[in-house]
């Protein structure tokens, strides 16, 4: 059962986005306490964190890890 996890400040679109992470990643976020509100912010926060194969990998749609 997945849990859908809300994470402070985020508009819809960055919550829906926030949603489709991996778990792991969604961790991250939320004990990063950075201060994220909008999908661009999220996608960017995903694509400095992530190796280049896992930003490629995320965007479409594969597993991490």
Do not use: I
């Not at 402070?8 to 991996?22: C, E, I, K, M, W």
């Not at 996608?43 to 280049?52: D, G, I, Q, R, V």
Request: proline letters at 6%; hydrophobic letters at 35%.
């Amino acid at each position: 059962m997945h849990v859908e996890t809300k994470l402070p400040g985020l508009d819809r679109a960055a919550q829906a986005y926030f949603n489709t992470l991996p778990v792991l990643l969604q961790e991250q976020l939320v004990q990063s306490g950075a201060k994220l509100t909008t999908k661009a912010q999220l996608e960017n926060y995903c694509k400095n964190s992530l190796t280049p194969a896992g930003w490629q990998d995320l965007q479409r749609g594969q597993p991490q890890g």
